[in-house]
């Protein structure tokens, strides 16, 4: 059976390939609609310091980190992009200030909402090392420099994990690293843009942030930036106790399967519920609106075993007050212990640590001992409400970014 073609796309070549004139006719109707939806951006609130971030929103940090500067900062307002890379909506839709279509991304991006973000930003923050003022995916941080330090707008970059995680150093550095053995076009690809973006860091001369602190292994220059949930929501979504039912229900809702050792995650869970000790629960495809009311209604939640950092649903995890069960490496373990310690806690990551070898065995462990692993999770939403409600994101990018003063626009 021959594969699915994609009409619009054939469209779009067949297009590229007719004289300019009769191209420039044929989609002046498509840029016009572009243009409109750039120009319809909100402007940038007033303040002294006005921060852009973008272009991802990945996982929706991007639009929390905005919100955690402007609500706890003096004098800060606050930006989100995020550009879309499909026609099709995700599932996992995260709010954002500023959304572009594909569609809009055919428009004049650069002169039209680059410019204005030039005239209205003093702080940029670029995700992933792409850039903010056009050419959202295909290019890099450094074609914005120029023009930012041109128009006295201070930038820095923070990166996520997977676009700068060198694949070969994490399979070497842990035993049930996903980029072990052979490796498939996903794999390779995946590392290339790693590449890239080692590449293009070492040309940038810049702030670097990192989003969890495993990356600090990685970038042992950069700042931790800590990742933001919405504490309250997830802390009120629900009361129900921990570990009281006969059968605990755990939960797995993996954004990546393969990057979060789903299939031993599933294997473990499907064995233990058929022998009846706990109800499994798989999510997938579930808006991001919705998790706080699943992950209340779980006993324990399963992050993932074979990364070793603790991502955005362990935070949310803590927050409810549930269980959490991940893979957190002995030296990121260390350096949270430590940052809670600095923040006035007690320095106990209330956390059950499990990687892919070791997940039966302390999952038994939580059901064979509850009383410890109750109170254990009772420390999460105190731990979460330290690290993860915004402020000391907005501290950080206060002190890594939005203090550096203003160098004034060139000539």
């Known amino acids: ?56 929103n990945t996982a929706g940090q991007g639009y929390a980190w905005a919100r955690a500067a402007a609500d706890h900062l003096p004098d800060v307002a606050a930006q989100n992009l995020v550009a879309a890379r499909s026609l099709t909506a995700s599932s996992f839709r995260f709010p954002a200030d500023h959304e572009l279509s594909v569609l809009a991304q055919r428009g004049q991006v650069r002169q039209v909402h680059g410019e204005r973000v030039l005239r209205e930003a003093t702080h940029v923050l670029f995700e992933s090392g792409r850039p903010v003022l056009g050419d959202l995916h295909a290019g890099s941080m450094l074609n914005d420099a120029a023009a930012l330090d041109a128009a006295g707008v201070r930038h820095a970059v923070v990166y996520h994990g997977s676009e700068i995680r060198d694949l070969r150093q994490h399979a070497e550095a842990y035993p049930h690293s996903p980029f072990g053995g052979d490796w498939d076009d996903y794999l390779r690809t995946l590392q290339a843009v790693v590449e890239r ?56 809702a993996p954004s990546n399967p393969r990057l979060k050792g789903t299939e031993v995650v599933e294997e473990v869970l499907e064995g233990l519920q058929s022998a009846g000790l706990v109800e499994y629960r798989r999510l997938s495809g579930v808006p991001h609106e919705q998790m706080a009311a699943f992950v209340a209604d779980a006993d324990v939640v399963v992050d993932q075993v074979v990364l070793g950092n603790p991502g955005v649903l362990l935070a ?3 927050a409810a007050g549930r269980l959490a069960v991940a893979h957190l490496a002995p030296g990121v373990q260390e350096r949270m212990a430590r940052a809670d310690r600095d923040l006035g806690g007690d320095g106990v990551v209330p956390v059950v640590e499990a990687d892919a070898g070791s997940l039966e065995q302390a999952l038994r462990g939580v059901l064979s001992d509850r009383d410890v692993h109750t109170r254990l999770a009772a420390h999460g939403p105190a731990w979460a409400r330290r690290h993860h409600d915004g402020r000391r994101a907005a501290a950080v990018l206060d002190e890594v970014l939005l203090s550096r003063r203003l160098a004034p626009p060139r000539p």
């Open 1 to 56: 059976m021959a594969p699915p073609v994609n009409l619009r796309r054939l469209a779009w070549r067949g297009l590229a390939a007719t004289p300019r004139p009769v191209r420039e006719l044929a989609t002046l109707p498509v840029r016009r609609r572009a243009d409109a939806e750039l120009r319809g951006l909100v402007p940038m609130p007033a303040a002294a310091r006005r921060l852009y971030v973008g272009p991802w």
């Open 316 to 318: 949310e995890t803590l």
């Open 197 to 252: 973006n080692t590449r293009d860091l070492a040309s940038y001369d810049g702030p670097v942030l990192v989003s969890t602190p495993d990356l600090l292994d990685v970038l042992p220059e950069a700042t931790w930036l800590p990742l933001v949930v919405d504490v309250d929501r997830f802390a009120g979504a629900g009361s129900r106790p921990v570990l009281e039912r006969q059968r605990p229900v755990v939960l797995h």
